[in-house]
């Protein structure tokens, strides 16, 4: 078998239109521009291509970016003045402070700051609670894309087997929640699961969010499986230079699996277009209106 590749990029940029038509309502009908700030402390270098690769699509589907610099220094007092500014100002309905942050600051109290209105990273407190107990949350982007994914592909995902490995706060967790949500039996797996390989091999859908380069090889896959990579891993290549690699060894469980999203181009183009969505499903939130539908879990 060779499984159908899952093209996040494409999916990813139909998302965006959605977003876009959206946010073109806003503004045409009820005068509002959706408004996301984003909050890079220091100078880390895969941090400032996020950030500026996320300014750049939240201005292409019309809504209003802000970004604010910070030195690696900042006192968390400072940090944490920022914070309040933007949650009580109205033209900003999404928060985001990029992680990791430096050591002194406390990135728990510093997202648990921000109103949860507008955490639409999803990690503050309150919406982690929301989203487990099934209420409406926002919801993290790594996630809810893979789960949009997962939706269109398979339409209802009832009754199937799950295997999440990866157990972090940012994506396993939430994950096994969202797919918990639409009625999948999820076991997360991790660093300490016994016979991975044979937990592996019992799933209907397996998602990778480990943060090991090729580290899924195909016969852990149970024909026919759905496989989600999440993993982003640069490695050398033979002959000179890197290139990047997802979790899952992509060669061997594509011959395997009915379904895989590669690396680059599958779940990645999906967090920044998540982002996006939670970010308009803020927006209209704060304004009593009717949220879009298809971009929220
Ligand atoms: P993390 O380091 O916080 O968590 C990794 C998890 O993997 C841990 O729970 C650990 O128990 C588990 N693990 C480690 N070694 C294992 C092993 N040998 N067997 C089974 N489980 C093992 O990582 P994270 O933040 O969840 O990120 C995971 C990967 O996803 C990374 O490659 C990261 O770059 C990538 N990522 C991608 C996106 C995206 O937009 N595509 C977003 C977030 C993270």
């Given at each position: 078998m060779t499984a159908t590749v899952i093209d996040g990029k494409a999916f990813a940029a139909n998302v965006r239109a959605h977003v876009a038509t959206h946010v073109d309502t806003l503004r045409d009908e009820h005068g509002i521009t959706p408004g996301l700030a984003v909050v890079l402390v220091g100078e880390d270098p895969a941090s400032q291509v996020y950030v500026r690769s996320k300014g750049k699509m939240t201005v292409e589907v019309g809504m209003a970016s802000f970004e604010h610099k910070l030195d690696a220094d900042v006192s968390e007092a400072d940090l944490l003045s920022l914070i309040d500014r933007l949650n009580n100002d109205p033209t900003v309905h999404g928060i985001l402070v990029q992680l990791p942050l430096p050591g002194h600051l406390d990135s728990d109290l510093v997202i648990n700051a921000i109103n949860p209105a507008k955490d639409v990273d999803g990690f503050h407190i309150s919406n982690v609670g929301l989203l487990a107990t099934g209420q409406k949350s926002m919801v993290p982007c790594t996630p809810l894309g893979c789960l949009m994914m997962l939706r269109d592909y398979h339409g209802s995902l009832s009754g199937m087997d799950a295997v999440i490995i990866g157990r972090s706060n940012i994506v396993g967790k939430p994950m096994a929640q969202l797919l918990l949500g639409d009625s999948c039996t999820v076991t997360i797996a991790h660093s300490?699961?016994?016979d991975l390989p044979g937990v592996v091999r019992r799933a209907d859908i397996v998602v990778a969010a480990v943060g090991r380069p090729q580290m899924v090889p195909g016969d852990w896959i149970k024909p026919g499986a759905t496989v989600i990579d999440v993993g982003i891993n640069r490695i050398d290549k033979p002959g000179g230079g890197t290139r990047l690699v997802g979790d899952v060894d992509y060669d061997s469980c594509a011959q395997v699996a009915g379904a895989i999203t590669p690396v680059?181009?599958?779940?990645g183009p999906m967090t920044i277009a998540c982002l996006l969505a939670n970010t308009v499903t803020a927006c209209c939130r704060a304004h009593g209106l009717p949220e879009p539908e298809g971009l929220t879990a």
């Open positions: 300490r699961t016994k680059p181009g599958g779940v």
